[in-house]
Structures are given as C-alpha cells and as structure tokens.
Nanobody
C-alpha cells in the first residue's frame, strides 16, 4: 500500500507564495507519474501539474491557469514531490491533492493523499 502525505498548505494573501510537499512511502521511481490536483468548493477536481516518465527524462505539464506561476519538482532522496506556487490568486483557493500512478500490468493504479487546504485572500 502506498501512502502519500501532503503538507505546506495554509492561508496567504494574493500575490504570495506557498510550497506544497508530497512525501511518498516508497521511492518515487516506483511511480510512472506523480502530480498535483485541486478541488474548489462546488467544482470538479482538476489537474494542476504533473511529472511523468519519472527517471526517464521527466515530462512535466501544467494547467493553463497556473503556467508561469507554479513549478512541480521532485527530490529523489526524500521521496518527495513539491509544488512551488507563486503569484497566488484568490481563484487558486482549493484543497490540493497529491496523486501517484504506479504501473500495474498494462495499466496503472492511482493513489491519493488526504489533501491540504490552500486559501488565498484578496
């Protein structure tokens, strides 16, 4: 069983920064992708940022709404993925979830963290 533990959420003013962390219970090289999703009240969960092909020439992709402001990165030694969020806007307010995709046969199995609240005040 894989465990993902997020941290780093909180309350910040518009224009500020936060860094979210997602610590995995096993090596991140056991996953073929890891990413951050968010869900605002009354809205569907959406992809924020994702790293795929971990260890095989990382490929990153971002939601259009966060490009140029958010950066996803990883620390192999700490089995941790980060989301650096700069120039935060009130519309970034949401619960942020870490996701990991582990290869399983011809497909993959997904795991989720418990979520961390990010609130951006105007």
């Amino acid at each position: 069983q894989v465990q993902l533990v997020e941290s780093g959420g909180g309350l910040v003013q518009a224009g500020g920064s936060l860094r979210l962390s997602c610590a995995a219970s096993r090596s991140i090289f056991s996953f073929n992708a890891m990413g951050w999703y968010r869900q605002a009240p009354g809205k569907q969960r959406e992809l924020v940022a994702r790293i795929s092909r971990i260890g095989s020439g990382d490929s990153t992709n971002y939601a259009d709404s966060v490009k140029g402001r958010f950066t996803i990165s990883r620390d192999n030694a700490k089995n941790t993925v980060y989301l650096q969020m700069n120039s935060l806007k009130p519309e970034d307010t949401a619960v942020y979830y870490c996701n990991a995709q582990q290869p399983l046969g011809l497909g993959s199995r997904g795991y989720w963290g418990q979520g961390t609240q990010v609130t951006v005040s105007s």
